[in-house]
C-alpha cells in the first residue's frame, strides 16, 4: 500500500487550521486540532503515517486498534464537552486513509469493535446535532472510511487523481473475487461503483461537492482558500437543514435501486396488512 | 453435545436466511416485506456474469417477538457469501431506519440482525461501502431507543463492515462455528504475508475469531449452541433486558486501557487476549 508521506492527510489539516498546534494527549497517529471555521470554534481529526507506532501494522496512516478507539475519543470529548451547549462544535475528519490495519494482533484484539467505537462517536454526534463534515484529500478505502468520515452529514472530496475511493485495495479485491487485477480494472472501467477514481465515486451522488485546485500538493492561497470556503458553505448549510441523517446523500442515475428500495419498503412496512 | 442431544436439537445454522426469520417471530406474526416476489434485484451482477438473486439476499421480516413489535433482518450467507450489495445493503438501512422512525411515533420495535455475511460485495464495491455507512447510522439511530440485536450464526462468519455493524449492536449472540472479524483471512495474508497469518490454518483462525473466543474475550454478549430454541431464548432475555447502560461500541476509555496492557513487542495469543480483556472489561 502506497502512501504519500507525510501525508496528504497531515499537510491539509495543517493548512486549514493555520497550523495550530495538536491537542496533547492523543497518540501521534491520531491528530486533533482544535481550530476556527466560519469564526466558530472547531474540532479537526486526522489520522496520520506513524512510523513508530507500537504497532507495527498501523505505521502508514492506517487505522489501527488505538487509532479507531483514539478517534472515539476525540469525537466523544467534543459532544460531552457540548452537552449543555445550544450551538453545537463542528467536527471535520480530515481524510487520508490508505487501509484499516492488516494483523493478527488487530483482529485478535478486535479492530471491528476498534472501528465501530469510531463510527458509533460520529454518528452519535451528528444525532446530537453535531454538524460533522468529511473531506477527502486522500485516500478513503474501506474499513477506515467507514471509520474516519463516512458518517459525515456532507462529504467534500478534492477532484484529484491521487483521490482513491473504494471497498478494498486492488490487490485484495482481485484475490477475493478470483479476477486478475488488470480484470478487475478493466471492470472498474465499465461499473462505476466498482472504479477507484473520484470521477467515478462522484456519479454515485455520495459527495456533496468536489473542489478542483489547480495544485493539492503545492496549493496556493486561492485552494486553500476555496477547501475553507466549502467547509464554511457545507456548515452553513447543515445548520440549515434540520435533517441528522445521512440525507445529504442525493440519489443519482447510479443508485436508482437505493431510491426504489426506500420506496417500495416505506410503502409496504405502513401498509395496514403488515402491522402487527 | 452427546449425540441424542445432536440430534434432537433443531440446527438454526441449517435453516436458510428465510427460516430463521420465520424460527425468532412469533407464529403467524412473520410478514415479509420487498420478498423474491416483488423482483428488486441488484442491477450490477448480470453485467458481471453473476445471476442475481430476486431477494438479493437479504430477507426483511415484521412480526413479533413474544408479543413484542419487531423487524429481523437475515442475511443469506450461501447468496454470494452473504455480502452486502446496493439492493440488499439499502434493505438493511431502510429496515432499520423505519423501526427507529416506529419508536418515534410510539411504537417501541426493535431489531434483531443476522450477520451471515463476509461484508461489502466487491462487484458493487462502492455503493456496497455507502449502503454500509447507511446500516451504522441507522442501528446508532435506533439502539437509543430499543435494543438492536446482532446474531453471528454460520459458517462464512461475519466479516467487513458487516463485522462493524455487528461491533454496534447493543448485544451480539454468537455460536461455536461463526467467526467474527474486520477482515477475512486470505485479505490479511494478501496484505501481511503469511508469517503475519496463514489463511489455510483453519484452527489457529478459529482460536483467534471464532465464537467461543469473542466470548470468552468478552467481545460478544451471549454463546449459544446451534439450536433454534436456545436462539429464540437468548434473543427474547436480551430483548427484556432492553437498551444496555452504555453499550460496548461507546467504551473507548476501558479500550484504551486494556490496548496500554498489551505487549506489542510480541505476537498477540489467544489467552493474553482473553485476560486483558476479561479484567478490563469487567462492568
Same mark, same amino acid.
Given at each position: ?52 507506532? +507500537? ?48 494483523? $493478527? ?21 451528528? =444525532? ?77 451522488? $455520495?459527495?456533496? +461537492?468536489? =473542489? +478542483? ?21 457545507? $456548515?452553513?448549510?447543515?445548520?440549515? $437543514? ?35 | ?7 434432537? /436439537? ?57 408479543? /413484542? ?130 489463511? /489455510? ?83
Amino acid at each position: 500500500m502506497t502512501t504519500n508521506n507525510p501525508g496528504r492527510g497531515a499537510f491539509w489539516l495543517a493548512q486549514l487550521t493555520k497550523h495550530a498546534g495538536a491537542e496533547p494527549g492523543y497518540p501521534d497517529s491520531v491528530r486533533v486540532v482544535n481550530a476556527s471555521l466560519a469564526g466558530q470554534p472547531a474540532r479537526f481529526i486526522a489520522v496520520v503515517p506513524d512510523p513508530h507506532n +507500537r504497532f507495527p501494522r498501523a505505521r502508514n496512516g492506517e487505522i489501527g486498534l488505538t487509532e479507531g478507539w483514539e478517534i472515539a475519543r476525540a469525537v466523544r470529548e467534543t459532544v460531552a464537552a457540548d452537552q449543555h451547549h445550544e450551538t453545537r462544535t463542528p467536527i471535520i475528519a480530515v481524510i487520508d486513509v490508505p487501509s484499516q490495519a492488516y494483523g $493478527l494482533r488487530e483482529e485478535g484484539f478486535g479492530i471491528h469493535q476498534a472501528l465501530a467505537g469510531a463510527a458509533a462517536a460520529y454518528a452519535s454526534a451528528r =444525532l446530537e446535532g453535531h454538524p460533522v463534515i468529511g473531506l477527502i484529500v486522500g485516500h478513503a478505502i474501506s474499513g477506515a472510511f467507514l471509520a474516519h468520515g463516512y458518517q459525515a452529514n456532507r462529504l467534500i472530496a478534492l477532484h484529484d487523481p491521487k483521490i482513491q475511493i473504494h471497498a478494498m485495495g486492488k490487490q485484495s479485491a482481485a484475490r477475493i473475487t478470483l479476477r486478475s487485477v488488470q480484470a478487475l480494472e478493466k471492470l472498474a472501467a465499465t461499473i462505476p461503483p466498482m472504479a477507484y477514481d473520484i470521477e467515478s465515486f462522484a456519479s454515485l451522488g $455520495l459527495l456533496w +461537492r468536489s =473542489l +478542483r485546485l489547480h495544485n493539492p500538493d503545492q496549493p496556493a492561497a486561492t485552494d486553500i482558500a476555496a477547501v475553507t470556503a466549502a467547509l464554511e458553505d457545507a $456548515l452553513a448549510d447543515i445548520r440549515n $437543514l434540520p435533517d441528522r441523517g445521512l440525507g445529504g446523500r442525493v440519489s443519482t442515475k447510479h443508485r436508482q435501486a437505493t431510491d426504489t428500495v426506500r420506496e417500495l419498503l416505506y410503502r409496504q412496512w405502513m401498509d395496514p396488512v403488515n402491522q402487527p | 453435545m452427546s449425540p441424542q442431544e445432536l440430534l434432537k /436439537r433443531s440446527s438454526f445454522s441449517e435453516l436458510d436466511a428465510r427460516a430463521r426469520a420465520r424460527c425468532l417471530l412469533d407464529p403467524e406474526s412473520m410478514r415479509e416485506l420487498l420478498g423474491a416476489f416483488d423482483r428488486i434485484k441488484s442491477p450490477w451482477l448480470a453485467m458481471q456474469g453473476i445471476t442475481p438473486q430476486a431477494d438479493d439476499g437479504v430477507v426483511v421480516a415484521k412480526g413479533t417477538i413474544n408479543g /413484542r413489535p419487531s423487524v429481523v433482518i437475515a442475511i443469506e450467507g450461501a447468496y454470494q457469501g452473504g455480502s452486502i450489495g446496493e439492493v440488499g445493503g439499502a434493505k438493511i438501512a431502510t429496515a432499520l431506519n423505519l423501526a427507529a422512525r416506529d419508536n418515534r411515533r410510539g411504537i417501541p420495535t426493535s431489531a434483531i440482525v443476522l450477520l451471515e455475511t463476509g461484508g461489502v460485495r466487491l462487484q458493487e464495491a462502492n455503493l456496497g461501502l455507502a449502503a454500509i455507512a447507511d446500516i451504522h447510522s441507522a442501528i446508532v439511530d435506533l439502539r437509543r431507543y430499543q435494543p438492536v440485536i446482532g446474531i453471528a450464526v454460520g459458517t462464512v462468519g461475519c466479516y467487513g463492515g458487516m463485522s462493524i455493524s455487528a461491533g454496534l449492536c447493543s448485544y451480539l449472540i454468537a455460536s461455536r462455528e461463526t467467526r467474527l472479524g474486520l477482515n477475512g483471512p486470505a485479505v490479511i495474508e494478501q496484505e501481511a504475508g503469511i508469517n503475519e497469518f496463514d489463511a /489455510r490454518d483453519k484452527p489457529f483462525i478459529w482460536r483467534f475469531t471464532g465464537g467461543e473466543q469473542r466470548y470468552l474475550s468478552k467481545l460478544v454478549d451471549a454463546y449459544v449452541p446451534d439450536d433454534s430454541n436456545e436462539i429464540l431464548a437468548t434473543v427474547t432475555t436480551l430483548l427484556s433486558c432492553g437498551v444496555p447502560k452504555r453499550h460496548r461500541s461507546d467504551s473507548y476509555h476501558e479500550f484504551l486501557a486494556c490496548l496500554a496492557e498489551v505487549d506489542a513487542g510480541e505476537q498477540a495469543s489467544p489467552e493474553a487476549i482473553r485476560r486483558i480483556y476479561r479484567k478490563g472489561l469487567e462492568a
